[in-house]
């Protein structure tokens, strides 16, 4: 069963892959089959670095539950929301809201949005918010790309 879940979990990386590649190797073409077999386009991506997060104040500023777009928080299931902060240099590229999706990032691939800021130190990486009681982790070579 875990071979399968791997197997199609690799079928989906090779698709995007394959996607982002026409894409970087053909800029402003959409090829219909490409636009009917997929619901969505890449518009960019970045390969950066992911650690996560919780709503404890020790990580976060004054207001744990409201993220820097003003998003309100869950407060017994904040992960619920799908939400990403990003490094104020990758603000340049997304924008609060943006939808996103995360290959290479184990059990946080997926789709996300963005609505929070990381602290202005952190440069090129992403934070992943977690319930309090999720395991704190941290993956290099995560390529997050807006839909």
């Known amino acids: 069963m875990k071979n399968n879940k791997l197997v199609g979990l690799g079928l989906g990386l090779v698709i995007i892959i394959v996607v982002v ?9 959409q090829p219909k089959y490409l636009v009917h077999r997929y619901p969505f386009s890449i518009d960019v991506f970045k390969q950066v670095s992911l650690t996560t997060y919780t709503t404890d104040s020790n990580e976060t500023d004054s207001t744990p539950l409201i993220t820097a777009s003003g998003f309100k928080l869950d407060s017994l299931n904040p992960k619920k929301h799908r939400v990403i902060a990003i490094s104020r240099d ?10 996103v999706i995360l290959s290479n ?3 946080y691939n997926g789709i996300w949005f963005i609505h929070d800021l990381m602290n ?4 090129n990486k992403i934070d992943i918010l977690i319930n309090p009681d999720d395991r704190q982790m941290s993956l290099k070579g995560v390529v997050i790309s807006k839909i």
Do not use: Q, T
Not at 93 to 99: A, E, I, M, Q
Not at 120 to 123: E, L, P, Q, T
């Open 105 to 107: 990032a184990g059990k």
């Open 21 to 29: 590649g026409y894409f970087i190797l053909n800029p402003g073409k």
């Open 120 to 123: 202005k130190k952190w440069k």
């Open 90 to 99: 990758l603000k340049e590229l997304f924008s609060f809201g943006d939808k």
